[in-house]
């Protein structure tokens, strides 16, 4: 058998005016960049909730990333300041989690740069397969010792109420 | 209320502290009117009942359940399955049964490093024979068990389902009295949903709000607040934005910072999420470097600060196992 190698699955969510463009156009000049990461058009990095992240990484994402507008640039002004300033409160509270602070990066990606974003996926991707996989949902992963002791809890009640003949 | 056909009431505590059970006699006399119209078939710390009457009972027989606190052990799931099994309605009663709670930040450590803590390590401990709780102790008589332990805690609606919830550190007395109304008068919201405001801990606080900008965190012990400001806008970390309101914004009134006892507002999904953002719209830099500084020496504790009451319900639930001594237990 082969070795199969760890392929991450990675969500980036692409600004509507920039980054989602740059990958437009990293498609259309055909630049290619690794097929794991699974792409979610938002209307500005600004829109993105750290709840979006967080449900992610539950739901099984190994690395998350969020592109937006350089600062300055931003359609609506200065949301991605904001989103900067969110990523920075994310990276801080992941990493009390335990999330390693390589799966989740902030990419600043104009309409223009294509190969700048697709080389920045390349590198996520190259960086979250070295970290393995996240599986984060293991962590109150159920293996039968819960259903074997409540199981325990029922028999000795049973035995309790049985009436003697 | 008549006293024509009496319901059936259970009260159940789980992983808590106490405190739900003396809210529910914060409602005063009005306790001589839940008694008239339920009998009370099961409440540990007022009433004499076993749970074998209970496990003798039909299915669906018990009218109202209100369980508080989380679930940790095994014991704690047999009841609410058990209680579920036997109830019309499930209420999650208070911030455990809710979102964990206090008993929930547990989830940053698991079972081994907290029975080294509580069993060798705390000064105050002696256990020179380094005695530890088994779930098996073979004796002569045979073999004793003692409820499993588990590495993380899970909120009611993690273990069973659910039909409502009520929310706080402990539920204000008269909110708890407004649930217990509604469900006598069959006024209940959709199943699932959360009884009580959907206006937020700010909505109720007296204090004038004006911008927002912050430089710096401060920690309560740093200052002394300006009574009539708001106190976010003062740097303090105040959780009033994310949590819903139910209290009257006790805290924040007499100037101490919300902790988002009262557990998130309707829409938001991750308390902790949520305040990342509003304290994300507040600070005053468009430094990198500069932002970094604010929160690391601001917000030196983020689960404790974020997740404080709902690390259980969060979407992360935990801190990675990964790391920690394993003990074996799971979920």
């Not at chain 2, 139910?246 to 009134?253: D, K, N, S, W």
């Amino acid at each position: 058998m082969v070795d199969e190698r760890f392929e991450p699955k990675i969500v980036a969510f692409l600004c509507n005016w920039c980054s989602y463009r740059a990958a437009d156009l990293a498609g259309t000049a055909r630049i290619k960049y690794e097929p794991n990461v699974r792409m979610i058009r938002v209307m500005c990095s600004g829109r993105v909730d750290p709840t979006f992240v967080l449900k992610a990484f539950a739901l099984g994402a190994d690395g998350v990333m969020i592109a937006g507008c350089h600062p300055g640039e931003c359609h609506y002004l200065e949301q991605n300041y904001k989103a900067m300033r969110r990523f920075n409160m994310l990276k801080h509270t992941l990493k009390a989690m335990g999330v390693e602070e390589g799966r989740i990066r902030l990419q600043w990606a104009s309409a223009a740069e294509g190969v700048q974003l697709a080389s920045a996926i390349n590198e996520m991707v190259d960086q979250v397969r070295e970290l393995g996989p996240l599986n984060w949902a293991q962590n109150w992963h159920e293996d039968g010792e819960v259903e074997a002791a409540i199981q325990r809890i029922e028999e000795e009640h049973a035995e309790v109420m049985e009436v003697p003949a | 209320m008549s006293a024509a056909k009496k319901g059936k009431l259970a009260n159940y505590w789980a992983a808590s502290c106490g405190g739900c059970e003396i809210a529910v006699l914060g409602i005063n006399e009005k306790i001589l009117d839940v008694a008239e119209a339920f009998d009370i078939v099961l409440w540990p710390v007022a009433v004499d009942a076993k749970v074998h009457s209970i496990e003798k009972m039909a299915d669906k027989s018990i009218d109202l359940c209100l369980f508080n606190g989380a679930i940790r052990t095994s014991e704690q799931e047999y009841m609410a399955r058990l209680l579920r099994r036997k109830s019309k309605v499930m209420v999650a009663f208070g911030s455990c049964a809710h979102e964990g709670c206090i008993p929930a930040l547990a989830n940053v450590s698991n079972r081994e490093e907290i029975f080294q803590t509580a069993y060798h390590d705390t000064p105050s401990t002696d256990n020179p024979n380094g005695v530890r709780p088994q779930t098996e102790t073979e004796v002569e008589e045979g073999k004793l068990y003692l409820p499993l332990f588990y590495d993380t805690v899970k909120t009611l609606d993690q273990t069973v389902e659910v039909d409502y919830y009520l929310p706080g550190c402990p539920p204000e007395p008269e909110r708890i009295w407004d649930a217990i109304v509604a469900i006598l008068e069959g006024k209940l919201p959709a199943p699932g949903s959360v009884i009580g405001a959907t206006t937020t801990v700010c909505d109720d606080c007296p204090r004038t709000r004006e911008e927002k900008k912050i430089k710096e965190f401060k920690r309560t012990w740093e200052i002394i607040p300006d009574p009539d400001i708001c106190l976010l806008e003062q740097g303090l970390v105040c959780c009033g934005i994310a949590t819903r309101a139910g209290c009257g914004a006790l805290c924040p009134t007499v100037g101490s910072p919300c902790i988002g006892c009262y557990g998130p507002n309707e829409g938001v999904e991750d308390f902790g999420a949520r305040m990342m953002t509003a304290l994300a719209s507040v600070i005053d830099s468009d430094d990198p470097e500069e932002i970094e500084r604010i929160i690391q020496e601001g917000i030196p504790d983020p689960i404790g600060t974020f997740y404080r009451f709902s690390l259980a319900a969060s979407q992360l639930r935990r801190k990675t196992l990964e790391g920690l001594d394993p003990s074996g237990a799971s979920a």
